[in-house]
């Protein structure tokens, strides 16, 4: 992270919690450099994160107001912070076994309600922190530590699901995007009602290295093949669409 | 900060309430600035009171898509800076119980009105029931101290609930209110006073939120947006918030002072009522609507003679141990009538040396005062 940005950083907290690789690293600077380019006053900021990896993105790393909260909640402790100080700027970061596993109906109805806030998700298609397991986001066929045989089971597209429940922004972005990335977290942050950014990392840990997906910048670029536009998409057949990422405003 | 007199909301005379309506009226009265609920017999008539007064309040009211949700959205509110309070019954409160956890040990003031009803699970939900006073002592993972009222009355219910918003701030702690359905739907005529007297959370710029080294044990609390960077965990941490999991002092120092900001202001905390105990040969340890009928069946008694006396309970956790220990050595027999399988009598038993006999009902039914007194009649 360039020093420039050291200034969003809590003093005294040397350490990070990411294993090698981890693509959340790479979110957790780009989400400070919106933050940067939007020139927002990190005291009327407000972080809530929830329980695995990326609920670290924030807490403790972030000179701010942060809440690390319980397991899925986070758009709960969120919804009552924002309606008791409406002036607070809330941003929501967590994982995507916490926003739409044990969170899902959390997040849907925050989307619903149109709370003022911005979710992102570091969606790493398992559940890292306890050591790799199927999730809600989870490729279908991929092995995970408690899918052996490969995942039986769809993964939710969350962005369809976001948008559908009546999110006013909402887009996809791998953190193989950073310009985009930031453009999209930007606009999130300048969206009044509920906006929704899914982050696209790898975790090579505990997902890449059960699906043999190679060493982290193997991962990277794999990402960075498979991401693919909207339109591009369009002109696609359902056979070679498989396995790409659309990604953008959606 | 600190103790406040302001007037009441409502003007002051009498009004002809339900205790659902009166805890709705206490929330108001102490000023409570956020509400959020989930609809459930029979506390649902709170939730539709405030819904309308806090309108005309401007205070904040949601109905969330859970319980879970309830409580959680309560939490952020608390550190937001406003007095916080959910209301629910047992299935609500069951599933509340990882976030008080959470409440506890990131020391959040919080309100919790539970109007209990009969169970286990679904039960007889329109019935009345005491059966969660446990479950509010112990029914999060770990150890941990809160604070549980037992209000008799509509009146009570409207007192207490200002009297847990004032504990809550006080202690920064959550406390419950533990109503029954009984007294939820109750209705009955409760007095408003001109002015009641209010307790906000201390601030103090620049210090650790999440550690004192003040013989008091309760840490002052700033908002979100005071710019103190507000680092906040349900993880172990210290003073300021800082997470330390793998220090085994700092864990067991932190549950200690937890436990001690309570049980250090146990005389502060515990209030309760006493009726002919000063010659009583028998005491019936009673609380909530029960005490209602146990009074009852006991003046009766005394009519015919009997030496009996009755201690009713405004507060069972922190429990009144020491007082119960003092009676347990006066008396010859305690009788603990409740509506659940004697959750309070294994409490008195802890601390009465004398024979405590338990009478449990669990019908969904009050206690008649006609029952505690055959009860009595066989042991007099």
Redesign the interface.
Known sequence: MVRELEKYLRPGIGVTTYCPGCGEAILQGLILRAIDELKLNMDEMLFVSGIGCAAWIPSPYFYADTLHTLHGRTIAFATGAKMVNPKLKVMVISGDGDLADIGGNHLIHGARRNMDMTVICANNQNYGMTGGQVCATTPEGALTMTTHQGNPFRPFDLCRLVKAAGAVYVARYAVTQPMAMIRGIKKALQTKGFSFIEAITPCPVQFGRRNKLGKPADMLKDLMSRCISEEKAAALSAEELKGKIITGEL | MGRQKLSSVLPPGSYYFSGDEAVAEGAMAARC??C?GYPITPATETLERLSIRFGEMRA?F?Q???E???I???????????K?MTITSGPGFSLMQ??IG?AVFTETPLVLVDAQRSGPSTGQATRVGSGDIMQAKWGSHGDYMIIALSPWSVQELYDQTINAFNLAERFRVPVFVMAEEATAHLHERMEVGAEVELFNREKKPGAPPFGTKEEDGVPPMP???D?????????THDEW???KITHPEIHQGLINRLHKKILNHSQEIIQYDNYYLDDAEVAVICYGFTARSALFAVEQLREEGKKIGVLRLKTLWPFASELIQDIGSKVSKIVVPEMNMGQVAGEVKKYARCDVIPYGQVNGEIIHPHTIMEQLRRLV
């Open positions: 600035g956020y959020a904040a949601m969330m898509e859970d879970i949700a309830s959680c959205s309560c939490i952020g509110a608390s550190w937001a800076g406003a916080a990882e976030a959470y908002a979100f947006g710019g103190e960077k507000l680092l906040i965990t349900g993880s918030g800082v997470r």
